[in-house]
């Protein structure tokens, strides 16, 4: 009731100083003051301006009781508006959003729209919500509504809106939210580096553990696995997060730091058990091979939630333990949830080893109407196989192969041919798949074949087949000499008459495999210590920049190119420089193509270019080719050469500064070629590169001599993450190998400088003894080029030592010289290159080439040197890997030393 001892002057006086109070933030006082005004009598305005009051000292429900009977007494936009404030503070978002609608009926104004978006998007109504943003800030443009619309946008999956509005929101304003919203809005438009400073930029104004935790999870996006680590860790510094941990998990994954990885996502899942995090866990231990461990984890994960892609994993890893009913019940559960092309291709795999072969066929016929995939076909050609549908299962392989080369799918080639009676294209397929593996039932099946194709060469084969054998079986000299002379010198009588089926050659290499028990023929004769040894404790580390008077260096390349990545100063693009050979050897266009359009925003004064050359033509391209072409691989490689710089000369010309980086191969044996042969083909075009940049006046830097023990042509296994590439910066071995490269290109380095500097037409390698019955050269055993033996023995006149050596790559031979220590030049030494095509299906009329023997003495040193040359053997289509020596009228002569050298071409 008002009290009427007040007049209207008076009350008006009170109204007012309360409005005043307000204006000047004394908020307490005006509540006071209002009150009283409304003593003297019950106005609406007094119940406004007291409603703001309240809310301006926090006290929302005597604020929305102050609105509320303002607007009993008359109807206000503002007071709706505060209302709704009001309302919105105490979480009640529905009512909130009713009051704002009414305030906008009666005034649509700027403020209004935003009480009533950021409601919207409370409720998750965010369509709505983004509507609302618009309208408030076409009214009235500010930072906190453009943040409010970025965040509306995004939760609307209007990802690029939403980061035109967080950045319309920065321009007006540096806001530690604004900049998180903008980093996760890029992050989900893939734009990761973009992110991940947006996300740096909101940590420098506020700390945060989520945000912490969303850039380890765009660093790992960005393959920066390192940085990935750091911010997990600072996230979980702050605050103990379940997804964190998993993030970490994956991080550490990446790193190759496999059990720290698993022990992350187990405390991911002490703090929260989540199917995601029971999923990772499986898929990392599945990795590791720990496949029962895997089985129990993703069993868990389907506990909590039904995914199909962990019923898919769950089916490999019981596939992988035999457990092959549940394979196929894990793999139909998948396909309940999402029909995709690996779950029916697991399937099939399940219901083959199942001997379930006719559904097995229509499991992968499935998956194939999905996509093509090699895996699929091939599985799909042992279905038809079993099933004796010999023709439909060479038409699966056959697809199989077009897509993936692999030494099952040539075997199941092979005995799909072989069951047709089509021996020649059997003997082929199975020869190719024996490259990777080699079991007794293969090893029969080439038998027959050879049988039925060559029954002149079958017996010889089998006679001397067990020569090896014999060879260790000897205790003593003498007794060498009787098991292995009367085969040796059958051998060297068909050596004479210029040719040998090269399929008794391959015996040879397949019986010395199986006594000695190597999966590959030419491994080095001694493992290092220092080959696997972890490099953890032990990193060299530079500064972390290429020392370049360029304002820019971009770096061009594929997975080689990726050595690159994480420098300062360095720009890394994944655009392959492989050639093409289907009109012309040529760098391929597209790839020009794409080069020059990044180039369109830069000077080419003030850019330095890297060009990583040689990596996927050193894998694939050079091989495949030089069986295609039925040509040596060295004349590809110039071929190579000239293309690269055909495309590297018009970059100097429009005035780029030019570094090129060599190739090195990878260290996985194929069909085309084993790793021995792609390191010394390796080794060449290196060379033919460090010439070609020498005459222009630019840089050139290569791994190669890092990477490759220079005596065996073998990849040193440390340094490589998998059988295709070396480790990336994002793991310390990467480091390291990232700041050898970079302090060689610092300074000034060059191939000569870190590669025997002996002449290139020299082969310094090992070569290996396949068979001898020379005293001091064992069966099996190695020496390298150019050094003396260990062991030497006197050799006798009265016998015909031989030994068939093979070296670990195939060559041109141009010369092969014996060093002996001998009073006399009467030596009676002969020697055959034995030739092989290109093509292995070519088998060549003549294949076999005795070289021309001269001698020279040193005889105050007691030395005699007989050369053999072959240099007029020259051939595009033949190359060797084999050499007979046989040695009689040697009295008294010690075997001392062999030395060989390769044809060499240049450009």
Not at 78 to 89: C, D, E, Q, V
Not at 507 to 530: A, E, H, V, W
Not at 636 to 653: G, H, M, R, S, W
Request: charged share 20%.
């Amino acid at each position: 009731m008002a009290d009427s001892s007040f007049s209207d002057t008076d009350f008006q006086n009170i109204h007012s100083t309360g409005w005043e109070l307000t204006n000047k933030n004394l908020f307490h006082d005006a509540v006071d003051a209002f009150k009283i005004s409304l003593l003297t009598r019950k106005d609406w305005n007094s119940y406004r301006g007291l409603g703001w009051a309240y809310i301006k000292i926090d006290k929302y429900h005597d604020a929305i009781d102050a609105f509320t009977d303002s607007l009993a007494l008359q109807e206000n936009w503002n007071t709706y508006l505060g209302l709704g404030s009001a309302l919105f503070r105490i979480h009640k978002y529905s009512e909130a959003i009713i009051a704002f609608n009414k305030s906008l009926k009666l005034n649509p104004n700027w403020d209004t729209y935003r009480g009533l978006a950021w409601s919207l998007f409370k409720t998750n109504e965010y369509s709505a919500a983004v509507q609302a943003f618009r309208n408030t800030v076409s009214l009235y443009p500010n930072p906190d509504s453009y943040r409010g619309l970025g965040w509306a946008c995004y939760h609307n999956n209007q990802f690029d809106e939403a980061i035109s509005g967080f950045r319309e929101s920065l321009h007006m304003q540096d806001n530690s939210d604004s900049f998180r919203g903008l980093a996760t809005a890029l992050f989900k438009t893939k734009k990761y580096a973009q992110s991940i400073d947006a996300y740096n930029k909101s940590l420098k104004l506020q700390e945060s553990a989520d945000t912490y935790r969303c850039l380890g999870w765009a660093y790992i996006k960005n393959n920066q696995s390192l940085e990935a680590i750091n911010s997990f860790n600072k996230s979980l510094s702050i605050q103990k997060d379940w997804d964190t941990y998993r993030g970490l998990g994956w991080a550490l994954y990446y790193t190759y730091q496999y059990e720290k990885s698993i022990a992350a996502f187990r405390d991911s899942l002490d703090l929260e058990q989540t199917w995601d995090a029971f999923q990772s866990l499986g898929s990392v231990l599945f990795k590791r091979n720990n496949i029962i461990e895997a089985i129990q984890a993703f069993k868990k994960s389907l506990l909590l939630y039904e995914n199909w892609d962990t019923y898919q994993s769950l089916g490999w890893a019981f596939l992988k333990n035999n457990q092959f009913s549940d394979a196929v019940d894990s793999f139909n559960r998948s396909l309940e949830l999402d029909k995709n092309t690996d779950s029916y291709r697991g399937l099939g795999w399940a219901l083959i080893n199942s001997k379930e072969y006719t559904q097995a066929s229509k499991a992968f016929n499935i998956s194939l109407s999905y996509e093509d995939n090699a895996d699929s076909y091939r599985g799909l050609g042992w279905s038809l196989f079993h099933n004796e549908k010999y023709l439909e299962s060479i038409n699966a392989f056959s697809s199989s192969l077009s897509i993936h080369k692999s030494s099952d799918t040539y075997l199941g080639l092979g005995y799909s041919l072989f069951f047709l009676g089509e021996y020649s294209e059997s003997l082929q397929a199975m020869n190719l798949a024996s490259t990777y593996s080699l079991d007794k039932k293969l090893l029969d099946r080439i038998l027959t074949c050879i049988f039925k194709l060559y029954p002149t060469d079958y017996n010889l084969i089998l006679d001397i087949i067990d020569l090896p054998e014999y060879s260790l079986k000897a205790s003593n000299t003498q007794e060498l000499l009787k098991n292995t002379s009367p085969y040796l010198s059958r051998i060297n009588e068909i050596l004479s008459t210029g040719s040998i089926n090269p399929w008794i050659l391959y015996f040879y290499y397949i019986k010395s495999n199986l006594l000695t028990n190597k999966k590959s023929f030419f491994k080095s004769p001694s493992s290092t210590k220092s080959d696997n040894k972890s490099t953890d404790n032990n990193i060299i580390t530079y500064n972390n920049r290429l020392e370049c008077c360029s304002e820019n260096v971009l770096s061009f390349g594929g997975t080689q190119g990726d050595i690159f990545n994480g420098i300062d100063n360095i720009i890394h693009y994944s655009i392959p420089l492989a050639v093409s050979n289907n009109i012309s050897v040529q760098v391929e266009p597209q790839f020009i193509t794409s080069i020059n359009h990044i180039l369109n925003d830069y000077l080419s004064d003030d850019t330095t270019l890297i060009f990583n050359l040689g990596d996927t033509d050193i894998k694939d391209f050079i091989f495949q080719e030089s069986r295609k072409q039925n040509r040596i691989p060295e004349l590809l490689v110039l071929d190579i050469i000239k293309a690269y710089f055909d495309f590297i000369d018009e970059f100097i010309k429009r005035r780029y500064n030019i570094i090129i980086q060599g190739p090195y191969s990878d260290s996985k044996d194929s069909i085309y070629a084993n790793e021995n042969d792609k390191n010394e083909i390796c080794l060449y075009m290196n060379q033919l590169l460090s010439i070609e940049c020498s005459k222009r006046n630019i840089k050139f830097v290569t791994l190669f001599d890092c990477l490759v023990d220079i005596r065996t042509r073998s990849n040193l296994k440390r340094f490589f993450v998998d059988d295709q590439s070396i480790y990336p910066p994002n793991s310390l071995v990467g480091k390291e190998l990232q700041s050898i490269l970079l302090q060689r290109l610092n300074d000034q380095f060059s191939l000569e400088s870190h590669l025997p500097k002996k002449n290139a037409l020299d082969i310094n390698s090992y070569l290996r003894v396949v068979v001898s019955n020379i005293p001091g050269l064992n069966s099996f055993s190695y020496l390298y080029t150019s050094t003396d033996l260990d062991n030497k023995s006197v050799l006798s006149s009265n016998y015909q030592y031989c030994a068939l050596f093979q070296i670990p790559f195939y060559i041109l031979i141009r010369n092969i010289s014996f060093t002996f220590i001998a009073e006399t030049l009467d030596i009676d030494l002969s020697c055959f290159a034995i030739y092989e095509a290109c093509d292995p299906q070519k088998i060549p009329y003549k294949n076999v080439f005795k070289g021309d023997v001269t001698k020279e003495s040193n005889l105050n040193r007691g030395r005699i040197k007989v050369n053999v040359d072959f240099d007029h053997n020259h051939s595009e289509n033949m190359h060797s890997r084999y050499f007979f020596v046989s040695i009689s009228q040697a009295k008294n002569a010690m075997f001392e030393q062999i030395s060989v050298s390769r044809s060499y071409y240049s450009t």
